[in-house]
């Protein structure tokens, strides 16, 4: 018997290398962005120079929602000719109901095809990482079952760690606890925000740009321990800071695997452009 042909969709908030191997195959189902009464669709009909311009431009940070359970039944029976089971990636129910919305797609279509909608617990980097052993374990014949094991040891293990450039986004958004905005920017302090347990909450403070970037790293190093570690640096649109980030990454980790890759613009939105980060997890 043949092994059942197993495919990986995500929503748009999954962040992953413009060179990534498997790029082609994963599905990526877009989170939608309203500005006032005009809906568009994260990475089809908007690029991010152009969502941040406008944003800057109008003052206001526009609402994100999840595809509905509609669209996700419709986009689950697209591929039910290529594959006979789904794994759905999403991003934490906590911040987004993506992933409630794509259990109600995935019974809709339960007749049809098996979909497996996955809480990611995070996003951006950390459900491309997810979705990069996906792909791995597909390709060594893995089951279903095998794989969703898997992404529940991952969904321990991922780390993130995201520092705003200036606190201009995170105020507007509402959407990062502990934050503090009004005295960190009398302060001119910079917050590092840690998502964990599905929440973006301010943990730790700088008094620099580069003391933030330092000391995220330490951070990073604190909860992963020694062993073998895959890391991403995530930024929007920060290239000042990105090489001196990436180069305090790297000499702090020496990661069997490495990633640069822009932040997608509904995590990004919350934090603002000029934000960086560092997702990992260990590989043992």
């Not at 098996?114 to 980097?125: E, L, M």
């Not at 990062?176 to 905005?181: D, H, Q, R």
């Amino acid at each position: 018997m043949s092994s059942p042909r197993i495919g990986v969709v995500a929503d748009s908030t999954c962040d992953f290398p413009s060179d990534w191997l498997y790029r082609d195959r994963l599905h990526i189902i877009p989170v939608h962005i309203h500005f006032q009464d005009e809906t568009l669709q994260e990475g089809v009909d908007m690029t991010e120079d152009a969502f941040y311009a406008r944003v800057l431009r109008e003052g206001v940070i526009p609402q994100t929602s999840q595809p509905n359970p509609d669209e996700f039944a419709t986009f689950y029976r697209r591929l039910k000719g290529q594959y006979d089971a789904l794994i759905s990636l999403h991003v934490t129910a906590k911040l987004s109901g993506t992933y409630r919305s794509a259990l109600a797609g995935a019974e809709g279509v339960r007749d049809e095809i098996a979909v497996y909608p996955f809480d990611s617990g995070g996003g951006s980097a950390g459900a491309g990482f997810m979705a990069d052993e996906a792909f791995r374990m597909i390709d060594a014949g893995a089951s279903v079952q095998d794989i969703l094991e898997r992404l529940a040891t991952l969904r321990q293990r991922i780390q993130i760690l995201l520092s705003p450039n200036d606190l201009t986004f995170a105020r507007m958004s509402g959407r990062v606890s502990a934050l503090g905005a009004f005295m960190a920017s009398m302060l001119h302090i910079v917050p590092i925000v840690v998502l964990t347990q599905g929440e973006l909450i301010a943990s730790e403070r700088a008094r620099s740009r580069k003391k933030a970037l330092t000391k995220m790293v330490q951070m990073m190093q604190a909860r992963l321990g020694d062993g073998p570690v895959n890391i991403a640096v995530v930024h929007a649109q920060a290239p000042d800071d990105l090489a001196f980030f990436r180069d305090l990454v790297l000499n702090a980790f020496h990661p069997q695997t490495f990633w640069i890759t822009t932040l997608s613009i509904s995590v990004a939105s919350h934090l603002g452009p000029g934000t960086i980060g560092i997702v990992g997890y260990r590989t043992e």
